[in-house]
């Protein structure tokens, strides 16, 4: 059975700190896909990067950053120098391209999540 | 905005009650999920339709059913309500429905079972 787990249940920091948020799996497969969404205070959840397994680079996407290592099977996201805009629930999450029997289907496995607070 | 629109977004009801909770997906996409996210269990998968049929189902109790219909709506119906299903329902929609689609998330109905 997959597994994500987001060890970090709350993060603190001030405007302008660099920040890592970390997000270990578990999978069987070998093709699965990472996600990462944000929710903030409003509640909704948004996507941010999608990566396959087969994809080891990393990505960099304004103050935010991607590192993917599948030897730890760790997928890490960064931001860098944090704003209070940045406050929000952080969520990793793993699907995985085909299941036992050969279909595929999308369910996303979530970990927990990581509460970002951004102090100005 | 996503383009994924749920209603209703905050939905108050009493234990042992009946609540329908709509979803129309982004236009072009195909599949429809749901997921409950609540303080104890988190975000967890509920069901996936793919063109008006199920295609995967995850832990959704069997008060709990869905259906996508011709027009790629789909509605999660939730019946003998108990306190315990107090949660936040996500609806998400892809194009395809496989393990390599994103997944746009609504932006959810607040369920409040009193």
Redesign the interface.
Same mark, same amino acid.
């Given at each position: 059975a997959q597994k994500v787990t987001q060890a970090q249940t709350e993060i603190s920091v001030v405007e302008k700190e660099d920040v890592t948020l970390d997000c270990v799996y578990e999978t069987r497969d070998t093709?699965?896909?990472l996600?990462w969404?944000k929710q903030p205070p409003s509640?909704?959840?948004?996507?941010l990067i999608?990566r396959?397994s087969f994809d080891e680079q990393n990505e960099i996407s304004g103050r935010y950053s991607w590192n993917f290592q599948k030897s730890t099977s760790s997928f890490n996201f960064t931001i860098t120098a944090s704003q209070v805009v940045d406050s929000a629930v952080y969520?990793c999450?793993l %699907?995985?391209?085909?299941?036992a029997g050969g279909? %595929?289907?999308?369910?996303?496995?979530?970990?927990?999540?990581t509460i970002l607070t951004v102090h100005p | 905005d996503?383009g994924v629109t749920q209603t209703p977004k905050h939905l108050i009801t009493a234990t042992g009650q009946r609540v329908t909770l709509r979803c129309s997906p982004r236009s072009g996409d195909l599949?429809v999920?749901w997921?409950q996210q609540s303080l104890d269990q @988190?975000?967890?998968?509920l069901i996936?339709y793919y063109n008006g049929e199920e /295609?995967?189902k @995850?832990n959704i109790l069997e008060r709990f059913s869905a259906q996508q219909f011709p027009d790629l709506h789909s509605e999660l119906n939730l019946s003998s309500l108990e306190l315990g299903d107090s949660a936040?329902y996500?609806c998400?929609s892809?194009v395809a @429905? @496989?393990?390599?689609?994103?997944?746009?998330?609504?932006?959810?109905t /607040?369920l409040t079972v009193l």
């Open positions: 093709t699965y896909y996600f969404y509640g909704e959840l948004v996507f999608r396959n969520f999450a %699907s995985e391209a085909r299941d279909t %595929s289907y999308g369910k996303l496995t979530f970990g927990q999540g | 996503s599949s999920y997921y @988190g975000l967890q998968f996936q /295609r995967a @995850g936040l996500f998400a892809s @429905g @496989g393990g390599t689609d994103t997944q746009y998330f609504g932006p959810g /607040r």
